[in-house]
């Protein structure tokens, strides 16, 4: 296939490709164009409603168009916006986000969507997830693919990472699939090793002493002798598991933290359920503030570093389940409701349990935008309405998308 076109590309999509339209009205995806462009692409895949292809000139530039920092850009499947300007970035993204609320979601009149950049827009990850090549050389999968190739450099993980990586050897193993390295306070790191059956440990990273905890089917191994990190935000101290999941971007996290003790009516009457708590990151700042704290975690290592966190407070509950059957089941009487699903969103059940709460006011922290969109479809179905939405740019240089939207509840 080698048809080639000339287009005048008209917005960005949810995913990280431009959208336009061919001569003969078909709708088409193109990777690494930026809205307004006029490009010369090349057909690589027809669907039955859309089209998809590469770019293979770009005839007239965006004003926005950057020199992308990174060599391995577009063959590299991590990063998707490099090629434009940090601002034109977080315009697209505010755009994406308003389109999925409306057209998923079916969302009318809707706040103007607030924007909140990152504090870094590069070297911003604490948690960076690795494959290995056929060489058992570090690297990333490929766009569009999910092969492996090795890497020279990345420019997302924050500096003790990027020190450590570029140093570990290792052996291609059987079973072994990736390798996650974590940075926490005062440049201390963990490497855990996913796979899945129990892995031998056996590679070095130039001499520097190991020692290694199982974590059920996959081997895990841990500098410094230890299972877990610390993370500061805002001055407190979070214990993190190698299984416990965090804001990768901790800066960002800072500020998510803060709006939301700004814009929720925390008062020492309040009751307020954390559902998908983790380990306790929005909790550990709210639990000061209200008379009840409830926390809601399926993930038992999560739930150990949640009472870990919080073990200074008594005011705070903490159910170890699934957030769905629990809201469908306990009535806590609640003021708010703050949920942070993970990609999937809420769904059906879990939305019908936090109706089922009666909450004034609910705080939804998304990293999806259609998921988001979804749900919000149900909330307004159960009597909420939409207050304010809020893009936290929680992955620069990439599609993903964060937000937190504030919901009140119909009179």
Same mark, same amino acid.
């Given at each position: 296939?080698?048809?080639?076109?000339?287009?005048?590309?008209?917005?960005?999509?949810?995913?990280?490709?431009?959208?336009?339209?061919?001569?003969?009205?078909?709708?088409?995806?193109?990777?690494?164009?930026?809205?307004?462009?006029?490009?010369?692409?090349?057909? %690589?895949?027809?669907?039955?409603?859309?089209?998809?292809?590469?770019?293979?000139?770009?005839?007239?530039?965006?004003?926005?168009?950057?020199?992308?920092?990174?060599?391995?850009?577009?063959?590299?499947?991590?990063?998707?916006?490099?090629?434009?300007?940090?601002?034109?970035?977080?315009? @697209?993204?505010?755009?994406?986000?308003?389109?999925?609320?409306?057209?998923?979601?079916?969302?009318?009149?809707?706040?103007?969507?607030?924007?909140?950049?990152?504090?870094?827009?590069?070297?911003?990850?604490?948690?960076?997830?690795?494959?290995?090549?056929?060489?058992?050389?570090?690297?990333?999968?490929?766009?569009?693919?999910?092969?492996?190739?090795?890497?020279?450099?990345?420019?997302?993980?924050?500096?003790?990472?990027?020190?450590?990586?570029?140093?570990?050897?290792?052996?291609?193993?059987?079973?072994?699939?990736?390798?996650?390295?974590?940075?926490?306070?005062?440049?201390?790191?963990?490497?855990?090793?996913?796979?899945?059956?129990?892995?031998?440990?056996?590679?070095?990273?130039?001499?520097?002493?190991?020692?290694?905890?199982?974590?059920?089917?996959?081997?895990?191994?841990?500098?410094?002798?230890?299972?877990?990190?610390?993370?500061?935000?805002?001055?407190?101290?979070?214990?993190?598991?190698?299984?416990?999941?965090?804001?990768?971007?901790? #800066?960002?996290?800072?500020?998510?933290?803060?709006?939301?003790?700004?814009?929720?009516?925390?008062?020492?009457?309040?009751?307020?359920?954390?559902?998908?708590?983790? %380990?306790?990151?929005?909790?550990?700042?709210?639990?000061?503030?209200?008379?009840?704290?409830?926390?809601?975690?399926?993930?038992?290592?999560?739930?150990?570093?949640?009472?870990?966190?919080?073990?200074?407070?008594?005011?705070?509950?903490?159910?170890?389940?699934?957030?769905?059957?629990?809201?469908?089941?306990?009535?806590?009487?609640?003021?708010?409701?703050?949920?942070?699903?993970?990609? @999937?969103? #809420?769904?059906?059940?879990?939305?019908?349990?936090?109706?089922?709460?009666?909450?004034?006011?609910?705080?939804?922290?998304?990293?999806?935008?259609?998921?988001?969109?979804?749900?919000?479809?149900?909330?307004? @179905?159960?009597?909420?309405?939409?207050?304010? %939405?809020?893009?936290?740019?929680?992955?620069?240089?990439?599609?993903?998308?964060?937000?937190?939207?504030?919901?009140?509840?119909?009179?």
């Amino acid at each position: 296939m080698d048809e080639l076109f000339e287009i005048r590309v008209d917005s960005l999509a949810y995913g990280g490709d431009a959208l336009g339209r061919l001569p003969d009205g078909r709708v088409v995806f193109v990777p690494y164009a930026i809205p307004g462009e006029v490009v010369k692409l090349r057909i %690589v895949e027809n669907k039955a409603h859309h089209t998809v292809a590469e770019l293979v000139e770009v005839l007239q530039a965006s004003p926005e168009r950057v020199t992308p920092r990174c060599p391995h850009f577009g063959t590299c499947g991590g990063c998707h916006y490099q090629h434009m300007s940090y601002p034109a970035q977080l315009n @697209a993204k505010a755009a994406i986000l308003k389109e999925q609320l409306e057209r998923i979601g079916r969302l009318q009149q809707l706040p103007e969507i607030m924007t909140r950049p990152s504090p870094e827009a590069w070297y911003y990850r604490n948690t960076v997830q690795f494959h290995l090549s056929r060489e058992g050389k570090l690297g990333y999968q490929r766009a569009r693919s999910n092969k492996p190739f090795a890497i020279r450099e990345c420019h997302l993980p924050e500096p003790p990472i990027n020190h450590l990586w570029p140093l570990i050897d290792i052996e291609p193993m059987r079973g072994l699939e990736r390798i996650s390295l974590k940075a926490g306070l005062d440049e201390d790191l963990m490497v855990v090793l996913e796979g899945n059956e129990m892995l031998p440990v056996d590679f070095s990273i130039e001499g520097l002493p190991v020692s290694v905890v199982q974590l059920g089917e996959a081997g895990s191994t841990i500098l410094a002798g230890s299972d877990h990190i610390l993370i500061e935000i805002l001055g407190r101290k979070f214990q993190v598991s190698a299984k416990s999941f965090f804001q990768v971007n901790k #800066l960002q996290a800072a500020e998510m933290v803060r709006y939301l003790l700004e814009q929720l009516p925390l008062n020492p009457d309040s009751t307020v359920v954390d559902a998908y708590c983790g %380990v306790g990151l929005f909790s550990a700042f709210m639990a000061a503030k209200v008379e009840r704290l409830v926390g809601i975690e399926i993930s038992p290592e999560a739930c150990e570093d949640y009472t870990t966190n919080l073990d200074n407070f008594s005011n705070v509950e903490l159910y170890e389940a699934a957030v769905e059957d629990v809201l469908s089941t306990v009535n806590f009487k609640v003021d708010m409701v703050v949920v942070d699903p993970p990609r @999937a969103g #809420l769904g059906v059940k879990t939305v019908r349990g936090v109706l089922a709460q009666g909450a004034r006011q609910v705080a939804y922290v998304s990293c999806d935008p259609a998921t988001l969109a979804r749900d919000a479809k149900q909330l307004v @179905a159960g009597g909420y309405r939409l207050d304010k %939405v809020t893009l936290f740019d929680m992955f620069p240089q990439t599609y993903h998308i964060e937000s937190i939207s504030l919901w009140e509840k119909n009179n």
